[in-house]
């Protein structure tokens, strides 16, 4: 079963991401006191799995993803899918397209994770989210 391994927001933009034990997901929102929350977005929540990191030696919240996922191929999932994550329900919006601010990380990392940067979510109804909470798909 698929799961929540790590739970980040952005206290500012362009600041260090900060792992948290739980988060609020605010409907049509993102994370509460995420710098990156905006109304009708479709860049309200980022995922990114765990096993696309280790290959590419990341550590988890280094690419800026909002939740790092565990046993879920999420550059599979495609536009519309829907997502139960812990209390909050989640469509998948967009591909993730690696920005300028991969280089700062890693020299060439933007081009590494073209395609494998994660998918863009839009929060349909906001609830906790925990470290462990089962991610599902929905139909």
């Known amino acids: 079963m698929?799961?929540?391994?790590?739970?980040?927001?952005?206290?500012?933009?362009?600041?260090?991401?900060?792992?948290?034990?739980?988060?609020?997901?605010?409907?049509?929102?993102?994370?509460?006191?995420?710098?990156?929350?905006?109304?009708?977005?479709?860049?309200?929540?980022?995922?990114m799995?765990?096993?696309?990191?280790?290959?590419?030696?990341?550590?988890p919240g280094i690419i800026r993803e909002n939740i790092t996922t565990d046993g879920l191929n999420v550059n599979s999932l495609q536009i519309g899918q829907l997502l139960r994550v812990?209390?909050?329900?989640?469509?998948?919006?967009?591909?993730?397209?690696?920005?300028?601010?991969?280089?700062?990380?890693?020299p060439g990392l933007r081009k590494e994770l073209w395609g494998r940067r994660g998918m863009l979510c839009r929060v349909l109804d906001g609830g906790v989210i925990r470290r462990g909470d089962a991610i599902e798909k929905l139909l």
Do not use: Y
């Not at 997901?25 to 309200?44: L, Y």
């Open 2 to 47: 698929a799961r929540v391994q790590n739970l980040f927001r952005a206290p500012k933009k362009r600041l260090p991401m900060e792992e948290l034990p739980e988060v609020q997901a605010i409907t049509d929102a993102g994370f509460e006191g995420c710098a990156h929350a905006r109304p009708a977005s479709k860049r309200q929540v980022l995922l």
């Open 49 to 59: 799995d765990r096993e696309t990191l280790e290959a590419m030696a990341l550590r």
């Open 86 to 106: 812990g209390q909050a329900r989640l469509e998948v919006s967009s591909v993730c397209t690696p920005c300028d601010q991969m280089e700062a990380i890693r």
